[in-house]
């Protein structure tokens, strides 16, 4: 990780998919078949995990990737790119179409590492302020809310929300400036080299995850209280 600077670390942001929230199931043929239930699809479990397969294998390959481009900077461009997407992994009829994207964007769906909710009880409890920061299409503040912690939060930097998506330097300082902190008292944890790695050019020391993930084992998020100084419900550096 990088560094931070002297007196240390106030403020911590965190990225939510993959870091705070599993984003490895999501889309299960459980929550498919009762999606599509709802919009007069009948589909069994074995067709739905086939329709599942077919289209993470699609939209995932890497020349999908500039396809992708700018789908986090509005709720509109969101549904619009990734909704095309799903049906050119096809091709699926629209009602398909929109049961796979109700389940892509069901806060419901997400759920949260097992040290998440312990380690942003335990910052919040140690004055440490604390935010999230994320690329994303709609707005993520009821899966927070539903687990308890969504009050615990100073800010919710949402990319859809500001028209910035990292790794743009410009959306780091727009959620330190909600932080009211400096960049370089701000922590960032990610899991993305790249996107979130991007949080050291804005100045923030930078702490990343590993890529393996399994929602039913802690992420590795204890280590953020150590460098933040909020072990043992120790207080926060002075700011």
């Given at each position: ?10 403020g ?10 599993d ?17 007069g ?43 095309g ?5 096809g ?10 994207y ?8 997400w ?11 335990a ?39 500001v ?20 960049a370089g ?7 993305d ?5 991007a ?9 990343l ?5 399994d ?12 460098l ?5 419900g ?6």
């Open positions: 990780m990088s560094e931070p600077g002297e007196g240390g670390v106030h911590v942001l965190f990225d939510f998919a993959g870091t705070l929230f984003d490895t199931g999501v889309l299960t043929a459980p929550r498919l078949v009762a999606k599509a239930g709802d919009r699809i009948t589909l069994d479990e074995q067709v739905a995990a086939t329709l599942i397969r077919r289209t993470l294998a699609y939209v995932d390959a890497p020349e999908r990737s500039a396809a992708k481009e700018g789908c986090d900077l509005s709720p509109e461009a969101h549904r619009r790119i990734w909704t997407l799903i049906a050119d992994a091709p699926f009829e629209p009602p398909l179409v929109e049961a796979l109700d389940c892509l964007t069901d806060n419901d769906a759920l949260p590492y097992p040290d998440t909710l312990p380690v942003l009880e910052l919040s409890a140690a004055g440490v302020r604390t935010g999230v920061l994320s690329n994303i299409g709609w707005d993520i503040r009821p899966a927070f809310k539903r687990t308890g912690v969504l009050d615990q939060l100073n800010a919710v930097v949402l990319s859809c929300e028209g910035l998506a990292k790794p743009d330097p410009a959306i780091f300082g727009v959620a330190c400036e909600r932080l009211s902190l400096s008292r701000v922590l960032f944890v990610g899991d080299p790249v996107k979130d790695g949080a050291a050019c804005a100045g923030l020391p930078v702490y995850l590993p890529s393996e993930r929602v039913r084992v802690p992420r590795g998020l204890t280590a953020v209280l150590r933040a100084g909020a072990e043992n120790r207080e926060a550096p002075a700011r």
